[in-house]
């Protein structure tokens, strides 16, 4: 009986022996994690962010591909809408493609690696390995890490990562603020280690046609009354190769335009910063479209233009590349900067002697949930 009591006591110990070996700490998983990244061939991944930053979540299906040493492609596509924008990079730079519009523009930039992306592996591995202070529990399926988060703005304070225990791929994130509030989710339905692509899988002009073949975006025209409302686009108007639309510097205005007390087809910010108020607006109309302007006053200045965005072929752009989480952006100017983006078939421009770029932001962001009115 003794014996029997000393031998059962020796499994019992040996099981919690091979128990505590099978099962990893922090500090054992940012070791594997360090080799993992460092040896990090490609990646192919898809899910579903969404951005909690407006009057209701807006959700965006995600698609990134990684090849080494520094391409990499990634497709937000609004589940809305059904309106993708891709950014690619190649051995040629940065290029923001518009299926819709069969319109690309280059960057010269060194992105992403010098902005944080929450749908980037590379970008989550780096901020689990990065704070010494990180915070770590498991569950059955996942090793879960609360760290800092990295990214270009101080809205956003630390972030929660689910990593797959079997293989470390990403299969959730949690973005919050100071408060505490989850600002940016993505849950990844797939993602694979090693993928091979083939030799067009980075390639400009065959992502663009292959993209445009589904796309359709929302286009103005003025109406008989004069008024901006959405069209349709069709094979001629994807295929023109107009001018840009005449902005406010030009002068160029008709004074046939119509006062737009009650725009129809434009859509307002629902976001204005403290002390901002509506001033103004109205059209100015060029050769083939027509630009609405609205005007803000207060503690900041700004206008805020729309219009139909016109046909461009790929070329390199000079200022500063800007993820601005459901789409991106170019920032242009000193003293005076714009920031200009493209959403569904129309191009948005916000104008300022004195707003952060984190306010144009957040005004744009505050625009993704309208049609127009």
Same mark, same amino acid.
């Given at each position: ?8 006591t020796i499994?019992?110990?040996?099981s919690?022996?091979?128990a505590?070996c099978g ?7 940012? +070791? =594997?994690?360090d080799?993992? #990244?460092?040896?990090? &061939?490609?990646?192919?991944g898809?899910? !579903?962010?969404? %951005?909690?930053?407006?009057d209701?979540?807006?959700?965006y ?7 080494n040493?520094?391409?990499?492609r990634i ?5 809305? +809408? =059904?309106?993708t924008?891709? #950014?690619?990079?190649? &051995? ?5 493609? !518009?299926?819709? %519009? ?9 992105w ?10 590379q970008t ?5 390995l ?7 529990e ?9 760290v800092a ?12 990562i ?16 100071a408060e ?11 993602f ?5 692509f083939d030799?067009n ?6 992502n663009?046609?292959?993209a445009a073949?589904n ?6 025209e ?9 069209k ?11 001018d ?7 002068g ?5 335009a ?6 129809f087809g ?12 509506y ?5 100015v ?5 027509t630009?609405?302007?609205l ?8 206008t ?15 200022g ?14 000193d ?14 421009r ?10 144009m932001?957040k ?5 993704q949930?309208?049609?127009?009115k």
């Amino acid at each position: 009986m003794r014996r029997f009591t000393w031998m059962l006591t020796i499994v019992i110990a040996l099981s919690f022996v091979l128990a505590a070996c099978g099962k990893k700490d922090a500090d054992g998983v940012v +070791k =594997d994690l360090d080799k993992l #990244v460092a040896q990090l &061939e490609s990646y192919q991944g898809s899910g !579903t962010m969404t %951005l909690y930053t407006g009057d209701k979540p807006q959700e965006y299906k995600v698609e990134v591909w990684y090849q080494n040493p520094s391409f990499y492609r990634i497709a937000l596509t609004n589940a809305q +809408k =059904d309106v993708t924008q891709i #950014v690619l990079r190649n &051995e040629q730079g940065v290029f923001v493609l !518009t299926p819709s %519009l069969n319109k690309s523009f280059r960057f010269q930039s060194d992105w992403p690696e010098n902005q944080g992306q929450v749908y980037l592996y590379q970008t989550l591995a780096r901020s689990i390995l990065s704070d010494s202070s990180r915070q770590f529990e498991s569950d059955k399926d996942s090793y879960i890490f609360d760290v800092a988060a990295n990214y270009n703005t101080h809205a956003l304070v630390r972030q929660k990562i689910w990593l797959a225990k079997d293989n470390y791929a990403p299969k959730q994130v949690q973005v919050s603020d100071a408060e505490a509030k989850v600002v940016v989710e993505v849950k990844f339905d797939k993602f694979d280690f090693g993928t091979k692509f083939d030799k067009n899988s980075f390639d400009m002009q065959h992502n663009l046609d292959t993209a445009a073949q589904n796309s359709q975006g929302t286009l103005l025209e003025v109406d008989e009354n004069g008024m901006l409302v959405e069209k349709t686009p069709t094979d001629e108007a994807a295929g023109a190769n107009g001018d840009a639309a005449t902005d406010e510097a030009s002068g160029n205005t008709s004074s046939a335009a119509p006062a737009l007390t009650e725009p129809f087809g434009v859509i307002i910010p629902t976001y204005l910063p403290d002390g901002v108020l509506y001033q103004d607006d109205r059209a100015v109309e060029g050769t083939d479209r027509t630009t609405v302007l609205l005007r803000y006053d207060g503690t900041y200045q700004f206008t805020l233009t729309e219009t139909r965005s016109p046909d461009r072929t790929a070329s390199l752009v000079p200022g500063e590349f800007i993820d601005m989480g459901f789409t991106w952006g170019l920032l242009t100017g000193d003293t005076l900067r714009t920031l200009t983006w493209t959403v569904d078939g129309l191009e948005f421009r916000i104008t300022s002697e004195n707003l952060p770029v984190t306010e144009m932001v957040k005004i744009a962001a505050s625009m993704q949930d309208q049609t127009g009115k």
